[in-house]
């Protein structure tokens, strides 16, 4: 069984930045591919970035947050982080924490984001 524990959300003003962080409670953290998803409010929950397993060489973004949000992960430290940038009033939602491996999926409960002036 995989715990993801996600921390680092709140409210923020347009434009500025937020670092998320998951941390799972696993023996091998590097063997899981990692992801971020998030809800806005009254909409389905969709596919933010994604980083492979191992040293995480390989990431995807969604459109709507590429060359603002950086996906990373560190192993040592068991964590995979989203670097949120020039945040935007519709990245307003609950981000939550992914981890893969084969057909095993396992979610955290998520973090509230609030871009609000």
């Known amino acids: 069984q995989v715990q993801l524990v996600e921390s680092g959300g709140g409210l923020v003003q347009p434009g500025g930045s937020l670092r998320l962080s998951c941390a799972a409670s696993?023996?091998?953290?590097?063997?899981?591919?990692m992801a971020w998803y998030g809800q806005a409010p009254g909409k389905q929950r969709e596919l933010v970035a994604r980083i492979s397993s191992g040293s995480g060489s390989s990431t995807n973004y969604a459109d709507s947050v590429k060359g603002r949000f950086t996906i990373s992960r560190d192993n040592a430290q068991n964590t995979v982080y989203l670097q949120m940038n020039s945040l935007k009033p519709e990245d307003t939602g609950v981000y939550c924490c992914?981890?893969?491996?084969?057909?095993?999926?396992?979610w955290g409960q998520g973090t509230q984001v609030t871009v609000s002036s």
């Open positions: 696993v023996t091998v953290f590097s063997i899981y591919s």
């Open positions: 992914y981890a893969g491996l084969m057909t095993y999926n396992y």
